[in-house]
Nanobody, 124 residues
Framework: QVQLVESGGGLVQAGDSLTISCAAS????????MGWFRQTPGKEREFVAA????????YYADSVKGRFTISRDNAKNTLYLQMNSLKPEDTAAYYC?????????????????WGQGTQVTVSS
């Protein structure tokens, strides 16, 4: 079973950029399609982006398309989310997970092995 640990969150200002990471261990990271989600208190977990195991296919939520970029380094067993032009509404805990359902899914139920999350706070 793969274990995932997110890092790199923090407090930034609107318009800033930030890259968060997800380190994988205990599994074959390079074989997994991966995704990023985010969640704020009292709300359901929201899909952000996903990437194929080779890194050659991606898809994004409309709310982040054009501002966020998901990528991976299989040699380092690490998933990334580069976030540009951040907005206060991007404030959330960000989680990475392994895609267990079909490609192009955005449902949390189709993802497993969740990390503990990293908090991103964007001030206005």
């Amino acid at each position: 079973q793969v274990q995932l640990v997110e890092s790199g969150g923090g407090l930034v200002q609107a318009g800033d950029s930030l890259t968060i990471s997800c380190a994988a261990s205990g599994g074959t990271f390079s074989r997994y399609n991966m995704g990023w989600f985010r969640q704020t208190p009292g709300k359901e977990r929201e899909f952000v982006a996903a990437i194929s195991w080779r890194g050659d296919n991606t898809y994004y939520a409309d709310s982040v398309k054009g501002r966020f970029t998901i990528s991976r380094d299989n040699a380092k067993n690490t998933l990334y989310l580069q976030m540009n032009s951040l907005k206060p509404e991007d404030t959330a805990a960000y989680y990475c997970a392994v895609m267990s359902g079909g490609w192009s899914s955005s449902r949390p139920a189709d993802f497993v092995s969740w990390g503990q999350g990293t908090q991103v706070t964007v001030s206005s």
